[in-house]
């Protein structure tokens, strides 16, 4: 099969439509990460996404809608705060998961009662949903524990030859995955953390908490229990304060034929003058929008590649900080697939 790198006119999106009718699997910009999507309500068109990632059965998908679609039918209740979060940050990268009716292929949620619906905000994937006019059922569309893909280059890196079309709306400016934020209770639950920070969420309800599985126990959100995001090559992390250490590791490595490559912020990549290094930025929206992009870039440069973790930890890094931990798999859940 030719994968068809279009961006969006008339013809492709007429393209996207009739794949999508057709039970095929479309990639399209977001302003997160790239999507893979295909129509919700067909068990075999959800499936082929499954199979195609090579994600297991278990991990559910998030539905994305343009704005203006009717939710209305796909969830059964909805907590008194919802409509203030989407009328604030919605369309945008937060996914609200509510209390399914069960309308949308049984696939896309894994057997779970509820459902993840995301608006995204970016004009690919609104003139794409409004087209199709269906709930498109979309994970990020990198094959399974890959680095998420930010550019339509990327995509085309994992899925060449397997899909049909990717609809190319540039790199994405938002850079990691929409927050994931549970709406079946009486407060909101952040089960995975995004550009929609916990701070912005409880300046809306009043509260909002973030969601930690405990050893052992099922996670909320089935995603977060795998290892994810990595770069195809061998990989060692440190916090800022043991850079003496990380020096030491990069040049034990050098002597060993190995060539590592520094991972960091802008401040600590100026202290690193002469060694290999890809510089994630100076601000939490830099290093969101920089950190996939490096990731790929540092597998295929380098054989080791050494993150050290930014200094700040809230707000918008409190995702960076979650996806670059997974990365370097120095953390991943209570089990890896
Ligand atoms: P991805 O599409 O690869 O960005 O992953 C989607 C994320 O949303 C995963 O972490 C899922 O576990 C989470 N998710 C999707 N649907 C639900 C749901 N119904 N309940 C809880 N988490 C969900
Ligand atoms: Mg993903």
Redesign the pocket.
């Known amino acids: 099969m030719e994968t068809k790198i279009l961006s969006c006119s008339r013809g492709s999106l007429e393209l996207a439509k009739k794949y999508i009718e057709e039970g095929e699997v479309v990639a399209f910009h977001t302003e997160t990460v790239y999507g893979l999507g295909a129509n919700a309500f067909s068990d075999d068109a959800v499936l082929k996404i499954f199979e195609l990632k090579g994600r297991p059965s278990d ?4 539905v994305h809608v343009h704005q203006g679609y009717d939710i209305s039918p796909l969830i059964d209740r909805e907590p008194s705060y919802a409509a203030a979060l989407r009328k604030a940050f919605l369309p945008g990268p937060l ?1 609200m ?1 509510y209390p399914s009716t069960g309308k949308v292929s049984k696939y896309v ?1 894994c057997g ?1 009662d ?3 619906i995301r608006v995204p905000s970016s004009p690919t994937a609104q003139v794409f949903l409004r087209e199709a006019d269906l709930p498109i059922a ?3 569309a990198n094959l399974s524990k890959h680095v998420s893909p930010v550019t339509a280059r990327h995509v085309y890196d994992d899925f060449n030859g397997k899909i049909p079309l990717i609809l190319d709306g540039g790199a994405c400016s938002g850079g990691i ?1 929409s927050t ?1 934020l ?1 709406c079946t209770e009486e407060l909101p639950l952040i ?2 953390e995004g550009l929609v920070t916990r701070e912005m969420i409880a300046s809306v309800v009043g509260d909002c908490g973030v969601y930690h599985a405990q050893k052992g126990e099922q996670p ?5 229990a795998y290892k994810h995001y990595s770069p195809r090559c061998k990989t060692a992390y440190y916090l800022a304060e043991d850079l003496p250490k990380a020096i030491h590791g990069y040049e034990k490595a050098r002597s060993e034929g190995e060539d590592p490559c520094f991972l960091c912020e802008s401040e600590v990549c100026r202290k690193l003058n002469g060694y290999h290094t890809l510089d994630l930025g100076g601000t939490d929206e830099e290093m969101a929008r920089r950190l996939y992009d490096l990731l790929r870039k540092g597998e295929k440069s380098a054989t080791l590649l050494i993150g050290i973790e930014p200094k700040k930890k809230d707000g918008v890094m409190a995702g960076v900080l979650n996806r670059m931990r997974r990365a370097f798999g120095v953390e991943h859940g209570t089990e890896e697939s």
Not at 59 to 62: A, K
Not at 220 to 224: D, E, Q
Request: charged fraction near 15%; proline fraction near 12%; glycine fraction near 4%.
């Open positions: 991990n559910p998908l998030i996914t998961v949620s779970l509820t459902l993840a979309a994970p990020s995955e994931v549970d089960l995975r909320k959100s089935p995603g977060m």
